[in-house]
């Protein structure tokens, strides 16, 4: 009894040494793996602190200007602080953002945006149903509609061209981390 309580023993502290070397070099090859991306990546990219980064940040009205008016021009030609904007979003697999049970490839999610796009336009398909039918956002049970929101708070493709566009323009097909959208600015 004594003899197989000692075999068994070793037994386990076998097994118990392996899986420790295992893991041993798992962790070695893991920071070989780190120091070589290190290494590889190091010029792309720059540390530093929120001090200096606070001083050198652009707000977006540092290089954006307002168109001037001109003689006899009315209405504001500034850029409004926020818009209202209704969109579709046609999601593909692998996009950062888009949710995960979505199969279809970038291509066929493109296409699929261009045609919904020509339906809107050139067929003059009413948007809020197009996007109850076919978008895969969240804001599809509102008919697209994202109610009003500022330029900092969407993806900055998005509001580029949510807040380029006149009150019920619609705009080219966009790309955003979650696919693409087609905007239409309602307000």
């Known amino acids: 009894m004594r003899a197989q309580r000692e075999a068994d023993i070793a037994r386990v502290n076998a097994e ?17 793996r780190v120091k070589e991306l290190n290494e590889k990546l190091a010029g792309w990219y720059y540390v530093i602190s929120n001090d200096v ?3 050198i940040r652009l707000e977006r009205t540092d290089f954006v200007k307002s168109k001037k ?35 279809r490839s970038k291509e066929e999610a493109k296409t699929r945006a261009d045609s919904l796009r020509k339906q809107i336009v050139d067929e003059a398909k009413d948007f809020a149903t197009v996007a109850r039918e076919n978008s895969d956002g969240p804001s599809k049970t509102k008919g697209g509609d ?4 500022t330029f900092e708070t969407m993806a900055k493709a998005f509001s580029e061209a949510a807040f380029a566009l006149d ?9 955003t981390p979650f696919g693409f959208h087609i905007i239409k600015r309602t307000e």
Do not use: M, W
């Open 16 to 32: 118990n040494a392996r899986k420790q070397k295992e893991y041993t070099d798992k962790v070695t090859k893991a920071q070989a």
């Open 53 to 55: 980064y606070e001083k």
């Open 69 to 103: 008016k001109e003689e006899g021009e009315e209405g504001d030609t500034a850029t409004p602080k926020e818009v209202a904007a209704s969109h579709v979003l046609v999601a593909y697999k692998g996009a950062s953002r888009a949710d995960p049970s979505i199969t």
């Open 146 to 149: 994202l109610g009003k929101f």
């Open 167 to 175: 009150v019920d323009g619609v705009s080219e097909v966009v790309e």
